[in-house]
């Protein structure tokens, strides 16, 4: 296959066309990744995450070209809003990141909402696989906001990074409802602004209620001024290594590794049993005695399992 | 079970106690409604939709009121926002319609995500459901924000109500983006704002393309001073009457009714493969052998499929 080739001698086209095949499930994106699967797992992917307007792009601008100094590669996935009611605004403030697009040490790529948001998640993971067979050292995912989407885009990372800015006092307060423990790092940029101190400690305290080997860092920056981006790097670093020393990384991987499949499990089976034009015919008969309410829709599960023979799943020797 | 006779006796508590249930995915409320399921289907289902900071509140609050005048009994449900970044601020601006819940024809609750979003769509739903049997007229049901979930959860109502403001230009531009189709009224509230017109004639402009039984009206309204609700009142009844007269009301119910069955098909078979010790261990030597790169994800998933007996489902006779 051409694009197998092109691939292995690192044609940055290549690269766009496979992931442009991924946005849109082409299952030849599958079979490429199959065949050079022995390739992946060297880089380390790092999420960028956040409200909107932290400055979470040029957070990522600045980190990516303090990586390049060390003639590391880079690899950066934007992801672009859920909302569609959010879109327009957001996406004009990343074409600031232009510049690193000529640089040939770092590939850069956009990818939206395309239908199903499932579907982009699963579209990420592919890109990721992609761009690890084209050898970068590190890859950035950059997504806006905090919704469902972007937490589980965000658990197939190695280390994210939750980007904050001073004073945002009910973006904290809604952290500990459950967003929290997805962060490794916590940035507070634009900490020229009154309040990061603040901003900073109310973090912290969180913190102390958490158990935790790795206790995430707090680090107040400017990303605009390239002020502290050296020590986020370091961090980054030593998270990174904290993952591989503990083994952790492993444990995170195969976790992360154990949903995928269970996913595509569940998406095999499902599409088998709806694919089934008796299934349908079944299904329509249960549905209109729900409707004339002969049945109830939970009865109607029940009985749809039994005909059409899946109550054993599960239970084969 | 006392429960159901609470229920059937007006009891709000009752009400109140089986929505909470609902929340936590306890299986007695199921049991209640498979009971008295012969009881739904009567109210008319409303949902609220758009933007933060549109007016949702302030028009479900006017709308509500109207149909209070008229004699109606009403369910209110507030589906609080899914990105955790935005809870605080908008959660605040819904005390105003605490005064509704003082008035003993109108039933009013707020529900929230708790852990994955699917799990919302379905407490909702089982939501309006004990309100019907709790025999309200009508039943609203207002989300904040139009993300996946929200639109999944608009999906199931009878009549969506899509609620902007003057100038929302953005907004519009992502409504062509796949929103659109989802509104079944448009309202321009605040509508004493500059470009009011303007924005009730784009979004116009976009509804000409479309090719609808039922096309969409656009109206411009000013909730706060209760200027045109009433008009937005006949509206609504008109979608009603329509949904009814054309049978679309039974065509759509029974679509979503069968997408209801399908996802608890879905998920009683998932739930049967991995509940497996048996699985689970097939699953657990599969992703080692992936995560030392001896096997790729999607190989694994077939193996996964072969071992686990799931390759013929779907094909039984």
Do not use: C
């Not at 390049?68 to 004009?92: N, W, Y």
């Not at 109310?202 to 790795?214: F, P, T």
């Not at 990174?240 to 089976?269: C, F, G, P, S, W």
């Amino acid at each position: 296959m051409d694009l197998i080739e092109r691939l292995l001698n690192k044609d940055k086209r290549a690269v766009a066309r496979l992931i442009t095949m991924a946005e849109s499930h082409d299952p030849k994106v599958i079979e490429v990744i199959k065949k050079l699967y022995y390739k992946t797992g060297h880089a380390h992917v790092i999420g960028i995450t956040g409200p909107p307007g932290t400055g979470k792009s040029t957070l990522t601008d600045k980190l990516v070209k303090a990586l390049r100094k060390e003639g590391k590669s880079v690899g950066i996935i934007l992801v672009d809003p859920t909302s569609p009611f959010t879109g327009g605004a957001i996406l004009g403030d990343r074409i600031r990141m232009n510049d690193l697009s000529t640089d040939p040490g770092v590939f850069i790529r956009s990818m939206a909402t395309r239908g199903h948001l499932g579907g982009l998640t699963k579209a990420v993971k592919t890109a990721v696989r992609i761009l690890e067979i084209y050898e970068v050292d590190y890859i950035f995912i950059e997504t806006v906001g905090v919704g469902q989407s972007e937490i589980d885009i965000v658990r197939n990372v190695d280390t994210t990074v939750m980007v904050l800015m001073p004073g945002s006092g009910d973006d904290i307060q809604a952290l500990k409802a459950g967003v929290m423990e997805i962060g490794d790092i916590f940035v507070i940029n634009k900490a020229d602004r009154e309040g990061a101190q603040r901003t900073k400690l109310e973090i912290e305290m969180m913190l102390d209620y958490g158990n935790l080997d790795w206790r995430p860092p707090v680090e107040k920056i400017v990303a605009i001024e390239n002020k502290n981006i050296d020590k986020l790097l370091e961090i980054v670093k030593e998270h990174k290594n904290y993952l591989q020393q503990t083994r952790n990384l492993q444990k995170r991987r195969a976790q992360n590794l154990k949903h995928e499949v269970m996913d595509l499990i569940y998406q095999k089976v499902i599409d088998s049993i709806f694919d089934s034009s008796e299934n349908e015919k079944k299904m329509n008969r249960l549905v209109e005695k729900v409707m004339t309410k002969d049945m109830d829709p939970y009865s109607a599960t029940e009985l749809a399992l039994e005909e059409m023979d899946l109550k054993k799943i599960g239970h084969n020797k």
